[in-house]
Nanobody
Framework: VQLQASGGGLAQPGGSLRLSCSGS????????IGWFRQAPGKTREAVSC????????WYGDSVKGRFTISRDNAKNTLILQMNSLQPDDTAVYYC????????????????WGQGTQVTVSS
């Protein structure tokens, strides 16, 4: 499975961006998949994940109520809608996936996409 993240860019505080993670080589439908981010000088952290069956979703405390994760199975794509962006959301965002139903983590993810830069600044 190859993952490719896109949709990053520059947004003003309070603005929105929509990230996409496109899969190729295999269907993403039954993979547990999620978004991670790494800010300058900080460790990579999980942002939001969806289970392999899409039965459950998880959000980090800092993004709850602002970000929404979803799948577009027809396009074999994972979406992260980011609203009410804050400067602390500035980071390189990565998508990652693992086989099975459990959420991917930094340690157990089987597949990683390249990052897409998100910058929130006025």
């Amino acid at each position: 499975v190859q993952l490719q993240a896109s949709g990053g860019g520059l947004a003003q505080p309070g603005g929105s961006l929509r990230l996409s993670c496109s899969g190729s080589g295999s269907s993403l439908d039954y993979l547990a998949i999620g978004w991670f981010r790494q800010a300058p000088g900080k460790t990579r952290e999980a942002v939001s994940c969806v289970s392999g069956s899409s039965e459950t979703t998880w959000y980090g405390d800092s993004v709850k109520g602002r970000f929404t994760i979803s799948r577009d199975n027809a396009k074999n794509t994972l979406i992260l809608q980011m609203n009410s962006l804050q400067p602390d959301d500035t980071a390189v965002y990565y998508c990652a996936a693992r086989a099975g139903s459990l959420y991917p983590t930094i340690r157990n993810a089987d597949y990683w996409g390249q990052g897409t830069q998100v910058t929130v600044s006025s």
